[in-house]
C-alpha cells in the first residue's frame, strides 16, 4: 500500500495519538481465559501469560473465550495476524452472548492471497440480528507486528478502535427503535478458523493447505468490565470507558479512517436494502 505525502502525516498525527492512547495492561492469558477448544492447537507461550498463539490446520482451528462474563466492558488486546497467504481464514476477536437469541461484537480478520491487504470486518448483533457490517482495509501490515484492538462496550455505544484510532462508533439509538446490546452478559472470545466458501472474495480464493499451519499471536489481553455473577453486574466506579464518548478529535479519527480506508459499509448498500437502507447508521 502507498501514501501520499498528506497521508504519511496523518498517520504520523494519528499515531502519536495512539501512543497517548494505549491502555496500561494487567491481563494474564494463564488466569483470565480459557483455551476451550482447538486440542492443543492454542498455546499460551510464558509463565506470565502475555503471549498466545491460536493455530489452523486441515483437522481444527483453535479458540479462547474468557472465563468470566461481563454486562458492559472495555476489552483489548494485541495481535500479529497470520502472514503470507492467508486466503480462507478468519482469526477473531469479540464479545459474545450465548444462545438463539445472542448479542456480539466483532473484529474479525479476513485473510487474503500473499501481497493482498486483509479485511477487518466489524459487526454488531442484538437479538440473533446482524447486517450492521463495516468493513476496512488497514493503513498497515498487520502481520508484521502486534497492533492494538479495542472493544468499548458502554450503555451509550460501542466504539471499536486500532491503535487507539476510533474507526468505528455504534450508537444505542433504541429510542427510534434500533435494537442495542444491553440485556445479555457476554465473554471475550478469540478463534483463528477456516472460512474458505465465504472469507476471500466471497470464496473465490481458497485455502492453502499446503502453507498450514497457519498461526496468529495474542498479547497483553486486558479486559476491564461490569463482571456478572448470580444474576447481576458488578461494576467498579468510576470506570472511565463507562461513560466514554467521543468528543471531536475523536470524530475526525472516525472520519478520517472511514472516508480512507472502509470497503464496505452497510449503510451504503442499496442493492441488498432496495427498499431503503437502516434509517440509523453507525
Known amino acids: 500500500m502507498k501514501f ?4 504519511r502525516f496523518a498517520f504520523l498525527a494519528l499515531s502519536l495519538f495512539a501512543l497517548q492512547s494505549v491502555c496500561v495492561y494487567a491481563g494474564s492469558f494463564h488466569k483470565d481465559v480459557q483455551i476451550h477448544w482447538g ?17 489452523l490446520d486441515k483437522s481444527s482451528g483453535s479458540g479462547f473465550q ?11 488486546v494485541q495481535m500479529k495476524l497470520v502472514p503470507g497467504n492467508s486466503a480462507g481464514t478468519v482469526t477473531t476477536f469479540y464479545l459474545k452472548a450465548p444462545g438463539t437469541m445472542w448479542d456480539e461484537i466483532d473484529f474479525e480478520f479476513l485473510g487474503n492471497i500473499s501481497g493482498h491487504p486483509y479485511t ?10 446482524g447486517d450492521k457490517e463495516q468493513q476496512f482495509h488497514l493503513w498497515f501490515d498487520p502481520t508484521v507486528g502486534f497492533h492494538t484492538y479495542c472493544i468499548t462496550w458502554n450503555p451509550q455505544r460501542i466504539i471499536f ?3 487507539g484510532i476510533p474507526i468505528r462508533e455504534f450508537k444505542n439509538s433504541e429510542p427510534i427503535g434500533i435494537p442495542f446490546p444491553k440485556d445479555q452478559p457476554m465473554r471475550v472470545y478469540a478463534s483463528l478458523w477456516e472460512a474458505e466458501h465465504w472469507a476471500t472474495r466471497g470464496g473465490l480464493e481458497k485455502t492453502d493447505w499446503s502453507k498450514a499451519p497457519f498461526t496468529a499471536f495474542y498479547r497483553n489481553y486486558n479486559v476491564e468490565g461490569c463482571v456478572w455473577a448470580n444474576g447481576k453486574s458488578s461494576c467498579p466506579a468510576n470506570f472511565p470507558w463507562y461513560t466514554q464518548t ?5 470524530l475526525d479519527k472516525v472520519k478520517w479512517a472511514q472516508s480512507k480506508y472502509m470497503v464496505y459499509n452497510y449503510c451504503t448498500d442499496t442493492k441488498r436494502f432496495p427498499k431503503g437502507v437502516p434509517k440509523v447508521c453507525t
Not at 4 to 7: H, P, Q
Not at 120 to 129: A, D, E, I, P, Q
Request: aromatic share 8%.
Open 246 to 250: 467521543l468528543d471531536q478529535s475523536g
Open 161 to 163: 478502535t486500532v491503535d
Open 66 to 76: 474468557s472465563t468470566q462474563e461481563f454486562l458492559y466492558g472495555k476489552a483489548e
Open 4 to 7: 501520499s505525502y498528506g497521508t
Open 120 to 129: 477487518l470486518h466489524t459487526n454488531v448483533y442484538t437479538k440473533g440480528s
Open 39 to 55: 486440542d492443543g492447537r492454542g498455546k499460551i507461550h510464558d509463565n506470565e501469560g502475555k503471549l498466545l498463539s491460536l493455530s
